[in-house]
């Protein structure tokens, strides 16, 4: 599995890519440029928005607005860019902001913070139902990584820093339970970031500082295969198009030389991927 690179270096930390199969689109976000861009997979379209701020997710909904974490807020942002504040979270801590999050199967947010330094424990994990945020992990560093395989009924997180895959039972309610650690990343190249999963359960986990996406059997405790990218920080990855089996994969910028860092890259693969949840819009 070869990477092509669709756009080149337009982002200084792309990551947040996510799906829209009503639309035929794939979103991503550039936090520290502040801004989002999607590409229409029929016409090969990339249209650029800015943000009210740092920008760190950003899904579909069950209404015809996008919704995504900014800052300390979730937003629904419409076909024109323009923002309507949903709610905030640890707006008065003033050390965190919002970073990765996705809609789960109910059509729940659910979405994490991180330190601002990257190294104190102080972030969380939100449950965000209509107008209201419920906490489900905390003593997080950088809440990372998300995906649920819905058969198995297992949910699964990274906090980056702590370097590995962490797997947890969940009900309809999304109360969970911590079941292990899923993939243990000590051997392997650089940091786990962004997240998804196949329709086999795989899980593809983009590594910051690592240059790939590594496929992981997370029940046989096994890697199956990986993606090199000539790109230093992978950040996340989503499954798009025709049979869900194109991979697109953000990236930030780096200050190496020949490094392909901030692109957006597209990779045909021989898997399925699984569908990207809409948020339940209140």
């Given at each position: 599995?070869?990477?092509?690179?669709?756009f080149?270096?337009?982002d200084?930390?792309?990551?947040?890519?996510?799906?829209?199969?009503?639309?035929?689109?794939?979103?991503?976000?550039?936090?520290?440029?502040?801004?989002?861009?999607?590409?229409?997979?029929?016409?090969?379209?990339?249209?650029?928005?800015?943000?009210?701020?740092?920008?760190?997710?950003i899904?579909?909904?069950?209404?015809?607005?996008?919704?995504?974490?900014?800052?300390?807020?979730?937003?629904?942002?419409?076909?024109?860019?323009?923002?309507?504040?949903?709610l905030?979270?640890?707006?008065?801590?003033?050390?965190?902001?919002?970073?990765d999050?996705?809609a789960?199967?109910?059509?729940?947010?659910?979405?994490?913070t991180?330190?601002?330094?990257?190294?104190?424990?102080?972030g969380?994990?939100?449950?965000?139902?209509?107008?209201?945020?419920r906490?489900?992990?905390?003593?997080?560093?950088?809440?990372?990584?998300?995906?649920?395989?819905?058969?198995?009924?297992?949910?699964?997180?990274?906090?980056?820093?702590?370097?590995?895959?962490?797997?947890?039972?969940?009900?309809?309610?999304?109360?969970?339970?911590?079941?292990?650690?899923?993939?243990?990343?000590?051997?392997e190249?650089g940091?786990?970031?962004g997240?998804?999963?196949?329709?086999?359960?795989?899980?593809?986990?983009?590594?910051?500082?690592?240059?790939?996406?590594?496929?992981?059997d997370?029940?046989r405790?096994?890697?199956?295969?990986?993606?090199?990218?000539p790109?230093?920080?992978?950040?996340?990855c989503?499954?798009?198009?025709?049979?869900?089996?194109d991979?697109?994969?953000?990236?930030?910028?780096?200050?190496?030389?020949?490094?392909?860092?901030?692109?957006?890259?597209?990779?045909?693969?021989?898997?399925?991927?699984?569908?990207?949840?809409?948020?339940?819009?209140?």
């Amino acid at each position: 599995m070869e990477p092509e690179v669709l756009f080149r270096k337009v982002d200084v930390l792309g990551e947040g890519s996510t799906y829209d199969e009503r639309r035929r689109r794939v979103y991503w976000v550039d936090i520290k440029g502040r801004k989002f861009h999607y590409l229409s997979l029929g016409a090969s379209e990339m249209r650029t928005f800015q943000s009210k701020g740092m920008i760190s997710s950003i899904v579909p909904t069950t209404g015809e607005e996008m919704a995504a974490t900014v800052d300390h807020g979730l937003y629904l942002i419409d076909e024109s860019g323009g923002h309507r504040l949903l709610l905030e979270v640890e707006k008065d801590q003033g050390a965190t902001r919002f970073n990765d999050g996705k809609a789960d199967p109910f059509g729940n947010y659910v979405a994490g913070t991180m330190d601002l330094e990257e190294r104190r424990p102080i972030g969380s994990l939100y449950v965000i139902s209509g107008s209201t945020a419920r906490r489900i992990l905390s003593g997080l560093v950088i809440s990372n990584g998300i995906a649920w395989d819905t058969g198995r009924r297992v949910f699964y997180h990274i906090d980056t820093p702590r370097r590995k895959v962490d797997a947890y039972s969940y009900d309809s309610s999304m109360n969970i339970e911590w079941l292990g650690t899923a993939v243990d990343f000590r051997n392997e190249n650089g940091n786990p970031d962004g997240m998804t999963i196949d329709a086999d359960g795989n899980l593809w986990v983009a590594h910051w500082g690592g240059s790939r996406v590594s496929v992981h059997d997370p029940e046989r405790k096994r890697k199956v295969d990986e993606i090199v990218f000539p790109a230093k920080n992978i950040t996340s990855c989503v499954f798009a198009g025709d049979g869900l089996s194109d991979l697109y994969v953000t990236s930030a910028s780096s200050n190496e030389p020949g490094d392909m860092g901030g692109s957006l890259f597209v990779v045909h693969t021989d898997y399925e991927g699984s569908r990207t949840f809409r948020f339940r819009v209140p």
